[in-house]
């Protein structure tokens, strides 16, 4: 059965669902859409996604979009059978804390840190506007917040969870964007736990190779 992702390699959302395939060792073929417009064309709408969003992940003939839902069908379906990584744990009390980690993400550290990526990575190449220091500001603000109480989180732990999961991997696209593309780097290497945790999810061989390859 042929698993076809498709997306834009520099989308967060589809960065997540590659990272996840590689973690699972899932071959697949990844399909780039030729612009922007391809994704409100009625055959798109129709066809892949009726919100005219990416990534859209086919397995078979079997259809699953948004980026957090594809990844968790992937580990259900697929984790433990083509190496020995488990992104959610079998024990029902880990498999709960992954959730709540996963919440975490999507509640409070993907907003300040889209602010970033939105104003700083993205705004002038793909938008064509200037960035909006206050959304920058705001951002800044928001997620020094976060972070405060992930380094408390963190503390005694590799990963978030305790062990890798699917928590960190969703964190993994926007945290590279704001450390690495918007230089703001000190936010987490202030932070000693924060930092031996970015550091240890950024060298995993999945999470590395992905980041390299953005266009």
Known sequence: MTIKLIGFPYSGPT????????????????????????LKTEDFLANKNPFGKIPVLFDGDFRIIESRSICRYLASKYQG??????????????????????????????????????????????????PDPEIIKQGREELIKVLDIYEKLLEGKEYLNGEFSLADIYHSPYTHYVYGVAKHSELWDSRPNVKNWWNRLRNREAVKKTLEEIP
């Open 15 to 38: 960065m997540r669902v590659i990272i996840t395939l590689r973690e699972l060792g899932l071959p697949y073929e990844f399909e780039t859409p030729a612009n922007f417009e391809v």
């Open 81 to 130: 059978k083509n190496n020995n990584t488990i992104l959610i744990p079998n024990d029902v009390h880990k498999a709960g804390l992954v959730d709540q980690f996963v919440s975490f993400e999507i509640f409070y550290y993907d907003p300040p840190a889209f602010k970033f990526v939105s104003q700083e990575v993205f705004a002038e190449k793909f938008w064509n506007k200037n």
